[in-house]
């Protein structure tokens, strides 16, 4: 690997933003590199800067490793997947993108909310299958349901206002929200309890900590209101995919849709043969405009780091490079 690299990317990432930067930087994009953690670590050693999704796992190999790193950037909101604590000990400036996904993330789960209540993948692949089963696609309305959104920061509040227009009641719940801003047509769910209670659709809009990974067990099913339907677009490990076949299988939950797997990709199971589970490959901010906001975002952020400027979508303070 040349020692003189600027940025390395282990994943495929393209965009405008990052063709402008190659003729000041010196790029090397490897689009599968993410997959071997030993090669990822021997590539990252003479860069600069390090661009990944949500594939690549930065730990303190791989931190270590990257002796010249002066920035990591994540392209997308989340940053679970890298070691955050440790690069700011290590010098290294941490960034993301924390609304290019907003939108895009927001639209999806509203599809998949509609998805479910029409059966509209199920009703495809009879359709197409040589079929015209009407009977058996019987859907909801939306009109007058309750959708509970769990994890009420930018994407659930965009959640919000588009559920609204359906006619739906919108409850949230977020213990970090205060109830400002969408009075109007938001009602703050006083638990989480009271919301999974109440709601006919529930959609998950959390960030992965101690408190989220594994929140929806089989626990947390048995509180859901009978028959509702769930839909995860956040991160896989919030749910416990064991309990959730036992709920779909009890009709305690009436259909799932899932954006996100603990493991992506995730392995075969009961899940892929139930007609009421819709999958989705970690698709949120996968739009032409998302990906123009989210790379133009990062590869400023880069830039201004190279140039030994102060980054503006920042995560950490790190400590001064040794």
């Known amino acids: 690997m040349d020692t003189k690299l600027d940025i390395l990317i282990p994943e495929n990432i393209t965009g405008k933003a990052l063709d402008e930067l190659k003729g000041q930087y010196t790029i090397e994009k490897q689009n599968e590199l993410w997959k071997d953690p030993d090669k990822l670590a021997a590539a990252v050693k003479g860069a600069k800067a390090l661009l990944i999704r949500n594939q690549s796992k930065v730990d303190k190999k791989i931190i270590d ?14 940053y679970d997947n890298i070691d955050v604590e440790y690069a ?12 290019g996904n907003t939108i895009s993330t927001a639209e999806l789960a509203i599809g998949l909310v509609l998805s479910l209540a029409r059966r509209i993948p199920s009703g ?13 696609h019987f859907g909801v309305e939306l009109y007058g349901k309750t959708l509970g959104i769990v994890g009420f920061g930018k994407i ?17 719940y977020d213990k970090y929200y205060n109830g400002a801003g969408l009075e109007s047509i938001v009602e703050q769910a006083k638990s989480l309890d009271e919301l999974l209670g109440q709601s006919d659709f529930i959609t998950v809009h959390l960030p992965s900590t101690k408190d989220t990974i594994g929140l929806f ?10 028959g509702a339907y769930l839909i995860n677009t956040s991160r896989g490990n919030v749910i416990v995919e064991e309990d959730l076949i036992q709920a779909l299988e009890s009709g305690q939950l009436n259909g799932v849709a899932l954006d996100v ?23 949120g901010g996968f739009t032409k405009e998302s990906q123009d906001k989210v790379i133009t975002s990062i590869a400023r952020d880069i830039e201004l780091v190279l140039k030994s400027q102060p980054a503006i979508n920042y995560i950490n303070f790190p400590e001064p490079k040794r």
């Open 217 to 226: 067990n089989k626990a947390t099913y048995a509180k859901i209101k009978p």
């Open 88 to 99: 700011s000990q290590k010098g290294i400036v941490v960034c993301y993108t924390p609304d």
């Open 65 to 78: 490793s990257g002796e010249s790193l002066r920035i990591i950037g994540r392209a997308g909101v989340g």
């Open 156 to 172: 659930g509040k965009t959640v919000a206002v588009r559920a609204n227009s359906f006619g739906m009641k919108v409850m949230a």
């Open 124 to 136: 495809d692949r009879s359709t197409k299958s040589g079929n015209w089963d009407r009977q058996g």
């Open 261 to 283: 797997r603990l493991k992506e990709p995730p392995e075969k199971s009961k899940l892929n043969e139930m007609d009421n589970v819709i999958f989705t490959p970690h698709i």
